[in-house]
């Protein structure tokens, strides 16, 4: 059982836009803590897609955006594309687990 | 460039304990916390603890209390992982991930190591 909550797949046609959740709790996304994103292809270590609830590391194509609101998180894909097929993590902190890191359970998106 | 280099792929009894190595390269290595995190096959990813490289503080998820022990070698610029007492549901990949300081994410990961707990 994941601390995150995250929807266990998503799709959609190429071009389109799509979202991914991410819940939490009081004691973490809600505590005020920033939300992270990572998007993991298959066999390959996960990647850094998003820091801070909505920045993008360098290299991160601005089709990918973030959000966060009270005890949730979003990721945002616009104009999908077929490389963008991969599983995306959720992650933060969590002062009830006395300063564990916590991940979502992952989301896979299927580009149709 | 910044990098994280972990040691090659391990099979393992039960019972029996696994040592990963990470190598940092491209930067301080003291500087910056090391985070271990472990995926099952198929599964999300399981955040296991960390450690200070700088002080060797150490701090491990309640999931794995007793099991596990996080080390360093600062004049090997290489951080350890070792879990003890394996069992068959620990057959997992396992990464080292760095994260800045005051910054709860990891922008730079190792390439993984498998490790396989078969009789």
């Known amino acids: 059982q994941s601390v995150l909550t995250q929807p266990p797949s998503v799709s959609g046609a190429p071009g389109q836009r799509v979202t991914i959740s991410c819940t939490g709790s009081s004691s973490n996304i809600g505590a005020g803590y920033d939300v992270h994103w990572y998007q993991q292809l298959p066999g390959i270590a996960p990647k850094l897609l998003i820091y801070g609830n909505n920045n993008r590391p360098s290299g991160v194509p601005d089709r990918f955006s973030g959000s966060k609101s009270g005890t949730s998180a979003s990721l945002a894909i616009t104009g999908l594309q077929a490389e963008d097929e991969a599983h995306y993590y959720c992650q933060s902190y969590d002062i009830g687990l006395s300063g564990s890191r916590v991940f979502g359970g992952g989301t896979r998106l299927t580009v149709l | 460039q910044v990098q994280l280099v972990q040691s090659g792929a391990e099979v393992k009894k039960p019972g029996a304990s696994v040592r990963v190595s990470c190598k940092a390269s491209g930067y301080t290595f003291s500087t910056y916390t090391i985070h271990w995190v472990r995926q099952a096959p198929g599964q999300r990813l399981e955040w296991m603890g960390w450690i200070n490289t700088g002080s060797g503080k150490t701090k491990y998820s309640q999931a794995f209390q007793g099991r596990l022990t996080f080390t360093r070698d600062t004049s090997a610029d290489t951080a350890y992982m070792e879990l003890s007492s394996l069992r068959s549901e620990d057959t997992a990949m396992f990464y080292c991930?760095?994260?800045?300081?005051?910054?709860?994410?990891?922008?730079?990961w190792g390439q993984g190591t498998l490790v396989t707990v078969s009789s």
């Open positions: 991930a760095r994260e800045s300081p005051g910054t709860f994410y990891f922008k730079t």
